[in-house]
């Protein structure tokens, strides 16, 4: 699959090392959330190669997605210099937990969301390593080896400092540098990126696991603090039960990707950008809230994502919308009538405007 930007940079993702453009300049992790402490350890690789190939980009074919019996042509796009080392990321698909575990993982940036982090920040390439048994068996030794030289040809490697990999996890990140320089292969160990907590004062790591828990418990500020930007769900509108408008407050029910990571239930103060497919076409973005829940007070039958857009008109049915969480409100609850939700909504939406008014 090819990413197009508007400016004809470009994400060239690869299902295995076979498809992937070599030779590359590497960072390694599993990149869910592509937070402040990924953005560190990508850093080092992204001008490895002199230049970032937009020249290259430009030559690629349209958008589309490569399987295992295609291969990359010249014609499709190779640069004819072979001397560009690719920046690019390597990360492994499934997640290995779900692997391990046979349980669904969901994901803070599932595939499309992690391609256009990674494109914003000048990454030219990612590499989906199949996670199976074959490639869970392979010793540190044998990683590198296969993988990392013969495969993907590395001329230099990034990695954050609690990396590990190889069969049991027994390859530490100095294990990596040590092993990467019998070929000559120079080995970044990136620190982990750290922020302080203010009750107690102590600096605390960054990570996916840490985002996930703020998720869960609502505190949308911190996961935003240290995702670097806010956490947001895109996805489509479709038809729901329509009871929104019944009392003043139509919604917009969205479809999100199964293996997004969905924060707690209740009420939130957002931002909506309306996605267009069209490049020249400006975003704007709106105002609202946003119901995660089972809609308990009209006896909703499962989970749903609702947006109501403050001052908007107009049908929304089958687009995309971006929506940034900017603040947690309340948790869901039941009232005891429709004319009771009416009111908890009108006051929701007065706290909203204040909040994201004094964002501005």
């Known amino acids: 699959m090819l990413n197009l930007s508007q400016n004809g940079c470009s994400v060239w993702v690869a299902s295995s090392t076979q498809l992937a453009l070599t030779p590359t300049a590497v960072a390694l992790g599993k990149f869910d959330g592509v937070h402040l402490g990924h953005h560190r350890v990508i850093q080092p690789v992204l001008h490895a190669g002199g230049q970032l190939s937009q020249g290259g980009a430009q030559g690629f074919a349209p958008v589309q997605q490569l399987n295992e019996n295609q291969q990359l042509t010249t014609e499709q796009g190779r640069l004819t210099n072979q001397e560009h080392t690719y920046s690019t990321v390597v990360t492994f698909h499934p997640h290995p937990q779900e692997f391990f575990t046979g349980q669904p993982r969901a994901l803070l940036t599932p595939l499309d969301e992690k391609v256009e982090k ?200 089958g687009q995309k919308l971006a929506v940034q969480l900017v603040e947690f409100l309340r948790p869901e609850q039941k009232f005891p009538s429709l004319e009771d939700l009416k009111t908890q909504i009108q006051l929701d939406c007065t706290v909203a405007r204040k909040i994201l008014s004094a964002e501005c």
């Open 118 to 317: 990674l494109r914003s920040l000048g990454v030219e390439q990612l590499v989906l390593l199949p996670f199976d048994k074959e490639l869970s068996a392979l010793s540190p030794e044998e990683f590198v080896e296969k993988i990392l030289v013969q495969q993907l040809q590395c001329r230099r490697i990034s990695v954050g400092q609690d990396f590990c990999f190889g069969k049991q996890r027994r390859g530490t990140a100095r294990d990596l540098q040590l092993l990467a320089a019998k070929y000559d292969i120079p080995v970044t160990i990136v620190p982990l990126q750290t922020y302080t907590d203010t009750a107690p004062t102590e600096e605390i790591p960054i990570s996916t696991s840490l985002i996930r828990h703020s998720l869960e418990s609502g505190d949308i500020k911190n996961a935003n603090l240290l995702l670097g930007r806010p956490y947001t769900l895109i996805g489509i509108v479709v038809q729901g039960q329509q009871l929104g408008r019944t009392i003043g407050f139509p919604t917009a029910n969205l479809q999100l990707p199964n293996d997004k990571f969905i924060p707690r239930q209740g009420v939130y103060a957002v931002r909506v950008e309306i996605l267009s497919e069209t490049p020249d076409i400006t975003v704007t973005q709106n105002l609202g809230v946003m119901n995660i829940g089972n809609r308990p007070t009209v006896n909703g039958t499962g989970s749903s994502v609702e947006v109501h857009l403050f001052d908007w008109s107009g049908d929304l049915y």
